[in-house]
């Protein structure tokens, strides 16, 4: 499974809002696929702002790296 379905699956599963789930699905926090130089930081801000801790958590570990 490629990071950005990861991702996806792990924010739906979380009930993160709606508008990350579209952002992982559409590739805005891909390391290869996202406009910001930092995906994974904003990433990271968004799932904080959310209350998604755990999710954030994964990410900074690096479980939702590009591949």
Known sequence: MKAAER??????EAKAPSHMV????DGFYG?????LAFP???LVLDCNNAGL????ERAMEGEFDGD
């Open 7 to 12: 991702l996806t699956k792990a924010l739906e």
């Open 22 to 25: 579209e952002r992982a699905r």
């Open 31 to 35: 390391d290869f696929t996202s406009p």
């Open 40 to 42: 994974i930081t904003q």
């Open 53 to 56: 801790r755990a999710v954030a």
